[in-house]
């Protein structure tokens, strides 16, 4: 990643002997004259920014990773003949020791980077190298991708040492008598009071040093979205009206700049096609995925995208799990998540979801394969490498349907299913326009306090242009029937249709495995996740498929070891 001004150059080689960061190859491959300490590492604020940016590169290399676990354990995703032991051992949730997938040093090695950013930026700031409001977004920053990575180290091995030092060595990290191990439940509450206190809870503003183009990339999109990030948490600790507050909170990011920047006012996170009403068509869908990064749409859609570039390491790890063409063809979607979509019915009567066949998936070869992330490396017409050497791709992490879908069962929880049933079906004005009331201004608004008042008025005389408007609804913006409005006063039921919704929109963004636990938690149901992943198996003929489901019936078996 070649940033566009050259004091991130010097800087980001200096970074490289700080994190150890091995990404953007192109940036760190700066040979050092002299060994520097560490307190030559940090004397302005472009070494504050490349220190950021080297965390976030080191991210990068958590993708497969965070994709096998939160995807193949769960009911979306299926391995192929070519898996090796490790990803069957994934998939029938008996890991056995030395698993490379279970391992949860990887994500130590890059909190213990991130524990080191933070106590040298707080030097900085001491030492006035960094002005407060500098130091504030930036530690904030960092603070929130660290209590991310041990979010994800809670969901999947259930009881981690939460270390907040700067540690030289990750082994140390063992030592039970310096760094207790905390479960799940009190993570997360731990995670929400750090978060809770954070400086700075915003996005990087677009004057800031770090809001800038690196490699033709908007550098805006690779940074966590701190606030949904603390909604995520809320949610998962049933605090449903904290989380729907701050969730829209995220959903008004734009709302400071007024109705005079019209497009961003009405289009960033609303969830619609664009500048028009009309559901989005198959290729429209693709484009949400597969359009330049720079586009007013693809900013408009994503809230937090990374890249993989041929230019600079890590390598893309997509292809090789997911392209029959290129790459290893490890995984695949399991017949579930294809009955899933093939059991969707369209406005117009035929059985199809645009969101499934030749969008998240795609026959190639005759084989079922994942496109979601190979769009910038496959022909979308021949399936084949545009250029096999060049293994471009992004990694999608939180997208505006991934906001609805969290607000909305935040909402429904909070006793609003009404909301939950609006914005998953045909959004706020489909499911407000009382039609009874003769005052036109009077309709298609929720006339509800926060965090659930939505605007979505659009009239002429007088001129109104409520701010969700274009709000579609998730179904409705690709063409899918309403659900029954009997869920709009059904709480469960809703809940249960925010999941299969999820598994239809989101599938293999990395949700599937929290989303399943968060609720079968919640209502103390082990077996709503265990029976989806009994019938993945089932359905994809895997001889494992009841032992797993007797193993996952007691939550304990949820968990990976901790070694």
Same mark, same amino acid.
């Given at each position: 990643?070649?940033?566009?001004?050259?004091?991130?150059?010097?800087?980001?080689?200096? +970074?490289?002997?700080?994190? =150890? &960061?091995? &990404?953007?190859?192109?940036?760190?491959?700066?040979?050092?004259?002299?060994?520097?300490?560490?307190?030559?590492?940090?004397?302005?604020?472009?070494?504050?920014?490349?220190?950021?940016?080297?965390?976030?590169?080191? @991210?990068?290399?958590?993708?497969?990773?965070?994709?096998?676990?939160?995807?193949?354990?769960?009911?979306?995703?299926?391995?192929?003949?070519?898996?090796?032991?490790?990803?069957?051992?994934?998939?029938?949730?008996?890991?056995?020791? =030395?698993?490379?997938?279970?391992?949860?040093?990887?994500?130590?090695? @890059?909190?213990?980077?991130?524990?080191?950013?933070?106590?040298?930026?707080?030097?900085?700031?001491?030492?006035?190298?960094?002005?407060?409001?500098?130091?504030?977004?930036?530690? &904030?920053?960092?603070?929130?991708?660290?209590?991310?990575?041990?979010?994800?180290?809670?969901?999947?091995?259930?009881?981690?040492?939460?270390? #907040?030092?700067?540690?030289?060595?990750?082994?140390?990290?063992?030592?039970?008598?310096?760094?207790?191990?905390?479960?799940?439940?009190?993570?997360?509450?731990?995670?929400? #009071?750090?978060?809770?206190?954070?400086?700075?809870?915003?996005?990087?503003?677009?004057?800031?040093?770090?809001?800038?183009?690196?490699?033709?990339?908007? &550098?805006?999109?690779?940074?966590?979205?701190?606030?949904?990030?603390?909604?995520?948490?809320?949610?998962?600790?049933?605090?449903?009206?904290?989380?729907?507050?701050?969730?829209?909170?995220?959903?008004?990011?734009?709302?400071?700049?007024?109705?005079?920047?019209?497009?961003?006012?009405?289009?960033?996170?609303?969830?619609?096609?664009?500048?028009?009403?009309?559901? +989005?068509?198959?290729?429209?869908?693709? =484009?949400?995925?597969?359009?330049?990064?720079?586009?007013?749409?693809?900013?408009?859609?994503?809230?937090?995208?990374?890249?993989?570039?041929?230019?600079?390491?890590?390598?893309?790890?997509?292809?090789?799990? $997911?392209?029959?063409?290129? !790459?290893?063809?490890?995984?695949?979607?399991?017949?579930?998540?294809?009955?899933?979509?093939?059991?969707?019915?369209?406005?117009?009567?035929?059985?199809?979801?645009?969101?499934?066949?030749?969008?998240?998936?795609?026959?190639?070869?005759?084989?079922? @394969?994942?496109?979601?992330?190979?769009?910038?490396?496959?022909? #979308?017409?021949? !399936?084949? /490498?545009?250029?096999?050497?060049?293994?471009?791709?992004?990694? $999608?992490?939180?997208?505006? /349907?991934?906001?609805?879908?969290?607000?909305?069962?935040?909402?429904?929880?909070?006793?609003?299913?009404?909301?939950?049933?609006?914005?998953?079906?045909?959004?706020?004005?489909?499911?407000?326009?009382?039609?009874?009331?003769?005052?036109?201004?009077?309709?298609?608004?929720?006339?509800? /306090?926060?965090?659930?008042?939505?605007?979505?008025?659009?009239?002429?005389?007088?001129?109104?242009?409520?701010? $969700?408007?274009?709000?579609?609804?998730?179904?409705?913006?690709? !063409?899918?029937?309403?659900?029954?409005?009997?869920?709009?006063?059904?709480?469960?039921?809703?809940?249960?249709?925010?999941?299969?919704?999820?598994?239809?929109?989101?599938?293999?963004?990395?949700?599937?495995?929290?989303?399943?636990?968060?609720?079968?938690?919640?209502?103390?149901?082990?077996?709503?996740?265990?029976?989806?992943?009994?019938?993945?198996?089932?359905?994809?003929?895997?001889?494992?498929?009841?032992?797993?489901?007797?193993?996952?019936?007691?939550?304990?078996?949820? $968990?990976?070891?901790?070694?």
């Amino acid at each position: 990643m070649k940033f566009k001004f050259a004091p991130y150059i010097k800087a980001a080689a200096l +970074v490289v002997m700080l994190t =150890g &960061s091995y &990404s953007c190859r192109n940036m760190y491959d700066v040979e050092p004259q002299n060994q520097v300490d560490a307190k030559n590492m940090f004397r302005n604020i472009y070494d504050a920014d490349a220190a950021v940016i080297g965390i976030y590169g080191k @991210v990068l290399g958590l993708a497969r990773q965070y994709e096998v676990l939160n995807e193949l354990r769960a009911d979306l995703m299926d391995v192929t003949p070519n898996a090796g032991a490790e990803l069957q051992q994934i998939n029938t949730h008996n890991v056995l020791d =030395g698993n490379s997938y279970a391992d949860p040093k990887p994500f130590y090695s @890059v909190i213990l980077s991130c524990n080191d950013v933070m106590k040298n930026l707080k030097l900085m700031y001491d030492t006035n190298k960094l002005t407060a409001n500098d130091y504030n977004q930036r530690w &904030s920053d960092v603070a929130a991708l660290r209590s991310w990575l041990y979010f994800q180290l809670g969901i999947h091995f259930g009881e981690v040492p939460y270390v #907040t030092e700067a540690l030289t060595n990750v082994n140390d990290v063992k030592d039970q008598s310096k760094y207790p191990r905390l479960k799940l439940d009190a993570l997360v509450k731990t995670l929400i #009071t750090f978060l809770e206190a954070l400086p700075y809870k915003l996005p990087y503003p677009a004057a800031n040093t770090m809001v800038t183009q690196i490699d033709g990339y908007p &550098s805006k999109l690779f940074f966590v979205n701190k606030k949904c990030l603390l909604g995520d948490l809320y949610l998962w600790n049933n605090e449903y009206r904290k989380a729907a507050t701050v969730y829209k909170e995220v959903l008004e990011t734009s709302t400071p700049n007024g109705p005079s920047d019209s497009y961003n006012y009405f289009n960033t996170y609303t969830l619609n096609s664009g500048s028009d009403n009309d559901a +989005v068509t198959t290729s429209a869908w693709q =484009g949400f995925l597969s359009r330049s990064m720079q586009d007013r749409e693809f900013q408009s859609e994503w809230i937090w995208a990374m890249v993989f570039d041929k230019a600079f390491a890590p390598e893309n790890p997509f292809v090789n799990l $997911f392209a029959n063409n290129g !790459g290893q063809y490890l995984v695949k979607p399991s017949q579930t998540a294809i009955d899933n979509w093939n059991s969707q019915i369209q406005n117009d009567g035929t059985p199809f979801d645009l969101r499934g066949p030749n969008n998240t998936y795609k026959i190639i070869n005759g084989q079922p @394969v994942i496109v979601k992330f190979l769009y910038n490396y496959l022909s #979308t017409t021949t !399936g084949l /490498p545009i250029n096999a050497l060049e293994k471009n791709g992004r990694w $999608f992490l939180y997208r505006t /349907p991934t906001l609805h879908l969290r607000y909305a069962e935040a909402a429904n929880r909070d006793g609003q299913t009404k909301i939950a049933w609006a914005l998953v079906n045909a959004g706020i004005k489909g499911a407000y326009d009382n039609t009874a009331e003769p005052d036109a201004t009077k309709r298609r608004i929720t006339n509800l /306090p926060e965090p659930y008042m939505f605007d979505a008025r659009k009239l002429d005389a007088p001129t109104i242009r409520g701010k $969700f408007h274009r709000n579609l609804g998730i179904r409705a913006r690709v !063409g899918t029937i309403n659900l029954s409005v009997a869920f709009q006063t059904d709480m469960v039921g809703m809940e249960d249709k925010l999941l299969e919704e999820a598994a239809l929109e989101l599938a293999y963004e990395g949700n599937r495995w929290q989303d399943l636990m968060r609720v079968a938690l919640r209502r103390n149901d082990p077996a709503l996740l265990a029976d989806k992943v009994y019938n993945k198996l089932l359905k994809d003929g895997n001889p494992a498929a009841a032992s797993v489901r007797s193993r996952l019936m007691n939550t304990a078996n949820w $968990f990976l070891p901790f070694k």
